[in-house]
T-cell receptor, first 114, second 114 residues
Framework: AQSVTQLGSHVSVSEGALVLLRCNYSSSVPPYLFWYVQYPNQGLQLLLK??????LVKGINGFEAEFKKSETSFHLTKPSAHMSDAAEYFC????????????FGEGTQLTVNP | EPEVTQTPSHQVTQMGQEVILRCVPISNHLYFYWYRQILGQKVEFLVS????????KSEIFDDQFSVERPDGSNFTLKIRSTKLEDSAMYFCASRGRSENTEAFFGQGTRLTVV
């Protein structure tokens, strides 16, 4: 079975500050890992994905994440927060098998203060 | 840019009624999914569909749920006799053939059962 744990249901940062959203995964097989963002009243938009290539993955809007197998982590970072980054962020894991489901974490609500 | 479209965006129904949620996946995608998100909770997998049959389903996807791809373009989720606890945002997603591609999500249908 696979699972994802996001530490911190709410994270608040100041505009211009570092954003760090934590994700730890549990998977018995090599996983694919994803970060999705959900803006209010909208669907899920892919930020970035790890699919066993480079461990440091760059995504849209200046976000990046590093896959660390030894720590079973895939934390999301952005050097400088912008007001438009305020949203809910979901980490998700998928098995490396045909058509398998995404398993989502609980989500982290990011607030950016002026 | 191709996108997954869902209709309606909001559906209100009385308890016990049947509802059909509609989705048009991206045209060359092969895997189709339904997920739901109860207000304030995480996104949960319901069912995946490939080659005109269900490939995987969760424990949530019981006999009151069914999926269909009636005409090669639409992908529908039917809830036969709605319950109050079925109130949620329902997301359709589709994915291409390659295992390392991400799922693209629609904007969701907010189902309210009264």
């Amino acid at each position: 079975a696979q699972s994802v744990t996001q530490l911190g249901s709410h994270v608040s940062v100041s505009e211009g500050a570092l954003v760090l959203l934590r994700c730890n995964y549990s998977s018995s097989v090599p996983p694919y890992l994803f970060w999705y963002v959900q803006y209010p009243n909208q669907g899920l938009q892919l930020l970035l994905k790890y699919t066993s290539a480079a461990t440091l993955v760059k995504g849209i809007n200046g976000f990046e994440a590093e896959f660390k197998k030894s720590e079973t982590s895939f934390h999301l970072t952005k050097p400088s927060a912008h007001m438009s980054d305020a949203a809910e962020y979901f980490c998700a894991v998928k098995r490396e098998t045909s058509g398998s489901r995404l398993t989502f974490g609980e989500g982290t609500q990011l607030t950016v203060n002026p | 840019e191709p996108e997954v479209t869902q209709t309606p965006s909001h559906q209100v129904t009385q308890m016990g009624q049947e509802v059909i949620l509609r989705c048009v996946p991206i045209s060359n995608h092969l895997y189709f999914y339904w997920y739901r998100q109860i207000l304030g909770q995480k996104v949960e997998f319901l069912v995946s569909f490939y080659n005109n049959e269900i490939s995987e389903k969760s424990e949530i996807f019981d006999d009151q749920f069914s999926v269909e791809r009636p005409d090669g373009s639409n992908f529908t989720l039917k809830i036969r006799s709605t319950k109050l606890e079925d109130s949620a945002m329902y997301f359709c997603a589709s994915r291409g053939r390659s295992e390392n591609t991400e799922a693209f999500f629609g904007q969701g249908t907010r189902l309210t059962v009264v």
